[in-house]
């Protein structure tokens, strides 16, 4: 699937959320530096409690804090803004402003220009910290008679934390350049953030998880597990060696890249819950550390080499003896083999064995080859292998099994109704007692034609077919084949048998998301929709697709009481009901029947909510992601988290006309309520009316526009022509 492959990839301004992600602990505002007295267009919660203003009062005064201005307000010092503001300069002043009730409070103010993708000023950062325990030390009865010195002392005493948040804030050090700003800001980069629409930023030590060298990567890592899995089995059944340089080699190498696999998971992106790409190398590392990295690490040791190790002071066995053959050269003999394999080739084979785990890292590869392979024939040719990799499996258990019952280590003589000794002796190579040599067993079918006869075997015995020319006669032989006949009766009627309804169950959501990117290609193509439209339509329904999971919030209502569906819209709409005011009296009924008429949107980055001259018939309230709301051609206000814009449906008689338009910035989840359902709500509550009047406030009103003009030209070319104008005088008058 596109959007849980790749997460959300499409370009956002990201430009509020990296301030407020970096500015937690700052008060800062935003204001528009392309229109006259520069207008605030943002503040945050820290500025709001700071100045005892709401987010709604603020909007449109200005930048300059102008409206905090009072008598004991230093007239140099707003010449000093004024002079930044107009040269669009970095600065930072002491200043004293008055709060909403005319405290008066003194604050330490920086201002830095923000700049977009063209290098050109748009808006302006102004932030704010409290320096008044450093301007007016506390005077009370306990210090009366005390120098100012004495004083000042207590004040910073009692007041540690300002100190420590101001320690950085020399004036000495203090410089208009970007670097030392933004790092006093807590920006923590060198450069202030552009205000520009961007692709996502990922840091050059970490890898995109969809990008074509991950993608290669993956298949690789596939291939080698299904590698492991089948040798892994075959030589611990079949006893072969570690001492063969040439698969040392080739399983140390293999071990090796399984290595590097867990260094390079350290350093990929991976989708979050809501279909985000985590880039953060902190929450990479420990997303991995609580998944996968066990396993990884278990399945890269190296077990090859310790085996390897183990065998250094034995025998070496040649590769042309078989099983139960004895070599002509004289080495060990098969029971004297079978007696020193039950020491430390024992442990050998225990280590060999956890190889095995590498078989748990299917799961995870065959969960993104979902994301690439998309339910075609590839999949079924995957289900195919892992029945085949089950037979392998089950051959060596067969052929472990007749290997420990051929020989009967008591009386040492061959057991006659052994699948090993009848195979044997239908291919001509039957077992011989060397009695007057080693003493022991000799002959028997090759390595190669047991192997063979083995998957021979248990194929037949899992398709359900059962020739009967291979046919277990022993106990054990006969307990393991009904389990392996289990066993191959369920997976053939999973794999081969139900292979349709398996597509499904699994994929009915998939099929119904591609048929719909199906369906709104062929639209596209059909009525010839332009690039750019046509890839924010693909955008806004792989981005939805990704939030709701192909969930049908209505559908899911609709089958739901009426009492139980108005829990779930309760809960689905909490968060707004928890972060306005407007809300809190409302009674478990009132809001019970708000909540039902709520509806959450989702937006992709570029979407218009409202256009300029369309009608307001819906309040919205902003859950998460960021707005600007333009008019003519300006941003006037930047919306975030919180905020509420629409019309007063409640004090208005007549439908109003966006003054302004709406546009995300990011991907947006916004709970709006349509004009009649809400007036229908109030108009029934109304005691909640009366508080929901009062008390909500619009961060921004749609119907009203605003009163601001844009700066004709810039300072500097004012001037210039100022200059020209005073020269045309003076040569008039010369002549």
Known sequence: MHGGKRGLVAPQNTFLENIVRRSSETSFLLGNAQIVEWPIVYSNDGFCKLSGYHRAEVMQKSSTCSFMYGELTDKKTIDKVRQTFDNYESNCFEVLLYKKNRTPVWLYMQVAPIRNENDKVVLFLCTFKDITVFKQPIEDETTKGWTKFARLTRALTNSRGTLQQLAPMNKTEVSHKHSRLAEALQLGSDILPQYKQEAPKTPPHIILHYCTFKTTWDWIILILTFYTAIMVPYNVSFKTKQNNLAWLVVDSVVDVIFLVDIVLNFHTTFVGPGGEVISDPKLIRMNYLKTWFVIDLLSCLPYDIINAFENVDEDPISDSSAVGHMPATGSSPRNATRAEDSVLPGLSSLFSS?????????????????HYLEYGAAVLVLLVCVFGLVAHWLACIWYSIGDYEVIDEVTNTIKTDSWLYQLAISIGTPYRYNASGSGQWEGGPS?????????????TSLT?????NIAPTTDGEKIFSVAMMMVGSLLYATIFGNVTTIFQQMYTNTNRYHEMLNNVRDFLKLYQVPKGL?????????????MSKGIDTEKVLSICPKDMRADICVHLNRQVFNEHPAFRLASDGCLRSL???????HCAPGDLIFHAGESVDTLCFVVSGSLEVIQDDEVIAILGKGDVFGDLFWKETTLAHACANVRALTYC??????????LKVLEFYTAFANSFSRNLILTCNL???????????????QLYHLGEVQEWNQSTKSF
């Open 354 to 370: 956890l190889k095995v785990v590498r078989l748990l890292r299917l799961g995870r590869v065959a969960r993104k080859l979902d």
């Open 447 to 459: 390595k190669d034609t047991l192997y063979i006869s083995s998957l021979y075997f248990t194929m």
């Open 464 to 468: 359900t077919i059962g020739f009967g």
């Open 534 to 546: 046509s890839e924010r339509v693909m955008d806004y329904i792989v981005s939805t697709w990704a």
């Open 595 to 601: 909540a039902v008429e709520f509806q959450t949107t």
């Open 669 to 678: 989840d916004l709970h709006v309520i349509r004009r009649e359902a809400l």
């Open 703 to 717: 119907r009203k526009r605003a009163g601001l003009s844009s700066i004709p030209v810039s300072i500097s070319r």
